[in-house]
């Protein structure tokens, strides 16, 4: 872990100094300025362990382990009935994303949100080189992703919990950053795409898959229903607007069907 975070991690107490593993202290990672400690459990890093948020219910939900367990089987992700849902079957999706950033050729990735880690350690099989950083708040999820990412060998990923509204990293740090199922999650979409533009480097390259808001009445409906659920879905032409003013440029709609759009953009 200390090579592949080397320069990596901003400590989020101080903002000035990067944080690294003590060879006298393995199990916490320390600012080089501040001296701030935060603890490695579990397979990740967690530069928030005391961070306790209120939670809506989408996020009760997608934490519970009943999901965890399941996310990335035919029972849930892998599905038939979501691949029906959001009109795209996983498989197709990770394909058109992993061509979209051109993972291959990466040499620093982020998979923003990364739940279990479904797209981090593929990203990680492909890039073959480099780093990809997966992150989120989620501590099960983070769990176990960083359990699967070591029973495959996988040793150029690393796992953080932290805020997607207040990232780690310093500036420009990333090629490619992704953020799959979670952007409608966000209780501040604009601050996390902020965010996102900050770490990326010039362009560099982001991917968003979130849910699609339908149109008319019936989506407005809809949309009403799921905000009180705790998420929100996105229009591809209100999304790409966003990005416009956010920074990005060379902006794409992949897949704008059923309950589900995927985008990419580049930072000018």
Not at 181 to 208: I, M, N, S
Not at 225 to 251: H, N, P, V
Request: net charge positive; charged share 25%.
């Amino acid at each position: 872990m200390e090579r592949i975070t080397e320069n990596l991690v901003r400590c989020p107490s101080c903002k000035g100094g990067y944080c690294s593993v003590n060879r006298d202290e393995k199990d916490f990672f320390t600012c080089k300025v501040c001296g701030e400690r935060y603890p490695i459990r579990d397979g990740f890093v967690d530069l928030v362990p005391e961070l306790h948020l209120s939670k809506t219910a989408a996020q009760f939900f997608m934490e519970s382990p009943a999901i965890v367990n399941i996310y990335e089987s035919r029972l849930w992700r892998k599905s038939m009935a979501a691949a029906m849902i959001l009109g795209i079957s996983f498989n197709k999706e990770a394909k058109l994303i992993s061509g979209a950033a051109n993972i291959a050729n990466a040499d620093s990735v982020l998979d923003l949100a990364c739940g279990p880690g479904i797209y981090t350690r593929a990203f990680a099989r492909t890039m073959g080189k480099g780093r990809v950083v997966g992150l989120d708040l989620s501590a099960p999820m983070l769990r176990w992703g960083a359990a699967r990412a070591k029973k495959q060998g996988l040793d150029n990923v690393v796992y953080v919990r932290a805020s997607a509204l207040d990232l780690p990293f310093e500036d420009e740090s990333f090629e490619v950053v992704n953020c799959c199922g979670a952007l409608h999650l966000f209780p501040d979409p604009d601050k996390a795409l902020e965010e996102v533009g900050r770490v990326l480097a010039p362009g560099g390259c982001f991917t968003v898959a979130a849910v699609r808001r339908g149109r008319g009445l019936l989506g407005a409906i809809r949309e009403k229903y799921t905000r009180s659920m705790g998420f929100r879905g996105f229009t591809s032409d209100a999304l790409s607007q966003t990005l416009e003013r956010k920074g990005f440029s060379g902006i794409h709609c992949h897949h704008d069907a059923r309950r589900w759009i995927i985008m990419s953009a580049v930072k000018q």
